[in-house]
């Protein structure tokens, strides 16, 4: 890590070219890197891109409350009444995100995005008729995730400014079957399917769309983006609740190789409607009325753009989310930060 940061440091210090040379591409005409689907290409243009993001929570949140375990155990689930007896303590995600941009015209640009996921939660389980400890269990899920293929077209010339409308496709590649094993209160170790939010994939054929603005000044930028995303069908009696972003930013030019932004971002998911029957018990993340809930995260981002020799043209770069307000429904765990680290070039 202090490598990459001194690697970071040289890079962006060593300046050879003056800003004032408008033909250069400049690093923040990309937005911060969390920012999918955010620029167009010219025709005949493509990309690769690759992003690793890691994400972990941990603690509990009731209804936008903190809340600690004790009282938690007295909190019931909405379908069958019972107390939850296994608490989740920690989650943590790590993503691998693999996408690929094509414009066939400078009106379109088709995006193709994949990953792979890894998702690791540690819980407590309580015995059946009190808040004594009967032990600690790890659950783990990992395989590809869902697909998606998008395109994006322009639309300066209906709104006079800079901008795209995104229209996707989001694939059920990842699976909504996976199984984990866990410990009961009664210290007997069931494998059973994985709680919905252990799950890789949403399960169903996802309508997404988005639009997005772009306004570039000498010196700093400034962007908008707002995510739709609805289940077109349910896969096993459930689907994920429509979600709804939107999201803002500010960039900074230090130089013709860097820039650094600030991005706030309010989003909003429903909770996860139907039900699979083969996902229940006494843990919080088995209950459907345990998802979505609204929420700002604040970012703060770097991006490196290469312009000389065997560097020109690779962009690389970094950005970290802290969640500022979490208002879930019912009884979740809590964010605590986030980081994406990101490559991408274009040909
Ligand atoms: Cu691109």
Redesign the pocket.
Known sequence: MKTLLLFVLLFIMTTSKILADHKLPKPDS?APIGVMGD?L?LSDEY?I?YRFMKMSMEELINNGNNINNTNSLSLTNSRTGQTYRILPKEMNMEMHML?G?YAPSDNL?I?LMTNYIKKKMSHTTYNMGGTAVVGEFEAETKGIGDTSITAMINSKSIFNIKSHLNIGLSLPTGSVTETVEVLMPNSSRPTIRAPYGMQLGSGTYDLKGAFTINKDFENFGMGFQSNYKTALNDQNGWSFGNYFDITSWTSFLINEKASIAGRLKYYNQEEIDGRDNSISGRNPTQDTKNYGGDGFDLSLSLNLLGQNNYLKGHRLAFEYTLPIKQDNNGLQMKKTGSIIIGY?K?F
């Open positions: 990309h620029h290409h990309m891109s996408g941009m640009t995006m991408q274009a």
